[in-house]
């Protein structure tokens, strides 16, 4: 017997499977595998873990090191030992929990994948009801998503101990070349056999010919901060493929919004989605995250978890006056006739309008208000575009010009909220969850595109490509369009953040260009210091490594 199978019989929902549970007491492949439910059964795991890893620590990594949003300590809440201001404040040790969990999950995702395809090289598809094809498109699957754990963990640590196949034994790490040309292999060897996407088909979570191409487009996009190569060429190649429909139907959504709601999951505009259904598998995190406490009220829904964290880093200090940072203040960066910049409100029968918690908390439709628990209890909130202590007025504070605006000055009301993904209200509960995440859409690949013509030389391309995307947040006319006399790094990176605020990729931005370190935002002074590009190996895992892991320069 190789090893016993464990299988989590849940995960067959991925493929649209349903599965009685099986108990034994142990189990060989060539006696488990006996049809195409558990074949699936056994593919979809590796993707429940895929999906797993895109919630909260890999994706505090990606925003609270940045100049886009953060959780400030709020009244007694969110202080955690200033775990999430040692992340703004790029101060962190190897010991941070975000860093424990991101490299464990790494390994993880890469030993599942690994295991799963040793099992299923072995097994007759035929004899299951199935065909030589599928094996080979289910074993590529998996040769993709070990790639894209890889391409994660070259992101976020550089070079990684390299495996090409399940195994006890334990390798030293490599380096971020080696790592660069193993993601580069592995996805490469696989898209070929890859299922292609059409339009009108509905996004199961597996990996499509366009999702292994974009991934591979990522890889050579950010080549320069990888691996000090300037691989645009070869990701503005990629790029122009997957627009034009080489590796599948892929179009751009012609709303806002479409490809964030309830039905997401038939859009041509997502790449690749992690899912999320109620009462099954689901995301909701970040709406945790990032609601005030009694948002329910607002919604007029019937309720979930809150604890008022996440928010916007600010555009007002609190005299009101706009910071003048380059980098930062997200909410002033989008346009006042943006069609994004309005409350978020639910209209019914899944319509909504407004990407964002901000102003009053009052349901213009019910007239029920989010009230506060804390600082502000018992009144309506007023999120503000700020963040400072002004309940402290006329006590700690004689005046406005007094009041600090830090990681640790928060209050109930402080900072913007986003609301990228919708929720109901009670009358539509049963949609509540149902929009799956968003990992790949095909507006990222616009943007690459954009940006490598930009580095090349072409500015009216790159507007043009960017304006093909931002038309569809105005009414009309796009009111400040991206043009060849105003584009430069600032303006493609405000145009990065108003199109992708939340959607966990801001700091691999902000290294690609080298303002990571350099420049300053709200609570933020430049850091400098070099190895801050990548997180240290958490030291659980230096120490039971034998000695073959060795640690990131300068930690």
Known sequence: ???????????AVLAGCSLEPVFYSSVTPDVYYDSPSTIYSALSRPFTHWRWFQQEHRWYL???PTDELCSPQRYIHFEDGGMWAELHHHKWTPDHECFIKTWSGIGQGISLAYSIAEDL????YEKCGLDETVKQEHLCQLKALVAYFYLRGLDYFGGMPIYRGYTLDEAPRSTAKETFDFIEELLMSSIKDLKPYQKGDSHDGFITQGAAAAMLAQLYFNAISYIGEDRFADCAAVCQD???QKYGQYELSQTWNTHFGFDNETSAENIWIAPSANSQFLISWYFSQSSPNNIAKYYNSSGASAYNGVCLQPSLDPMGNQYTSKLGRPFSKYHESDLRKKPY???GKKEYEGMFLMGELVNPKTGDACKGNWDYQGEVLVLVDQIAHFKELGEKYADVSELPSDMYSGEENSGIRL????TPDVADDAYRWDPDWVVIRLAEVYYMLAECKFRAGDKQGAASLFNTVRIRNFASADPDPVTEANIDKYRILDEWMTEFLGEGRRRTDLIRWDVYLTDSWWDHNPSLDEHLKLFPIPTSALSSSNNLLKQNPGY
């Open 121 to 124: 090289k072995d097994v007759d």
């Open 242 to 244: 997957i627009i034009d």
């Open 345 to 347: 409100l639910y209209h």
């Open 62 to 64: 990606q925003e609270y």
């Open 419 to 422: 609301v990228k993904y919708p």
């Open 1 to 11: 017997m190789k090893k016993y199978l464990i299988f989590l019989l849940g995960a």
